[in-house]
């Protein structure tokens, strides 16, 4: 059984707060554990606002000690990881080699367990769709106790239903990502000064490029 206490947890947005018990998670051995005695929701960096990562009085597993890398295949530039891994630490260890993940949110702090769950967004979620098309497969334990892995050819609706699928359907354990070659970690910014809220429209339906497009406003 992992180790744990009782305390009061919340989302980022601070509403609502509960009481779980809480405790870490670093294998599958820890979670089939808390499953004898608990229902069980997994928890990254709880950097979601609501009330997804929280369990009032159940276990919260804290998956953030699942942060180890297995494999790197540099070539195709696929990573390995464990779903505690966060995007913080991805970047620290792979930024300085030309690589970057390919989604990223407004905050680097959130694992991969947690970015699949709720298949989060970058700013250039118009071009790059969201972080489903970054991951090729993942590790998953089931509620019975089975450890599957999914991908487009294997389990598909398992791998498709866990992209929003809030933690609900079991707790990820490894995945193998895509990221993204870079030449550098500055980016290239283009302002654009406007009068008027109409006129704003304007150059931003005429740019179609990612990470460059100006926010109107
Ligand atoms: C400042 C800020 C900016 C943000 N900007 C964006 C943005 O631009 N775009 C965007 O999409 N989101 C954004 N978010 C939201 C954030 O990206 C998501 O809420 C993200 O899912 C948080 O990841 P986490 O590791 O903190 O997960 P948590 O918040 O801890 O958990 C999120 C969900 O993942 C599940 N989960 C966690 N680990 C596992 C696991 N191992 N297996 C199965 N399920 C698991 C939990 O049960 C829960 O349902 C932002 C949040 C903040 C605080």
Redesign the pocket.
């Known amino acids: 059984m992992p180790v744990h206490k009782t305390e009061k947890v919340t ?2 947005g601070n509403y609502p707060v509960v009481e779980s018990f809480t405790g870490s ?1 670093r294998s599958a051995g820890d979670v089939q554990q808390a499953l004898e005695q608990y229902n069980l ?10 009330d ?2 929280i369990n009032d009085h159940n276990f919260v ?1 804290d ?2 000690h ?1 942060n180890y890398f297995m494999d790197w295949n540099e070539q195709e530039g696929i990573l390995e990881c464990g ?2 891994a ?1 995007l913080e630490e991805i970047i620290t260890a792979f930024a300085p080699k030309g690589w970057l993940p390919m989604i ?4 680097k ?15 250039a ?1 118009h071009t790059d769709g ?2 489903v098309n970054c991951v090729l497969s993942f590790n ?1 334990l089931l509620a019975d106790g089975r450890i599957v892995t999914a991908s487009r050819d294997e389990h598909p609706d398992l791998f498709w239903a ?1 992209f929003g ?9 490894t995945a193998r990502i895509k990221l993204r070659k870079i030449e550098t970690t500055y980016f290239k910014q283009k302002s654009i000064k406007i009068k008027t809220w109409t006129t704003c429209w304007r150059p931003w339906t005429l740019t179609t490029t990612s990470i460059t497009t100006p926010w109107p406003g």
């Open positions: 989302g980022w998670i929701v997994p928890r990254g960096l709880g950097r979601s606002y609501g997804q990562a597993g998956c953030t699942m779903a505690g966060s990223c949110p407004g905050t702090f959130v694992t991969i367990g947690g970015a699949i769950a709720n298949d989060i967004h970058g700013k979620h969201s972080f998953i866990n699928g809030l933690g609900l359907l079991g707790v990820i354990l």
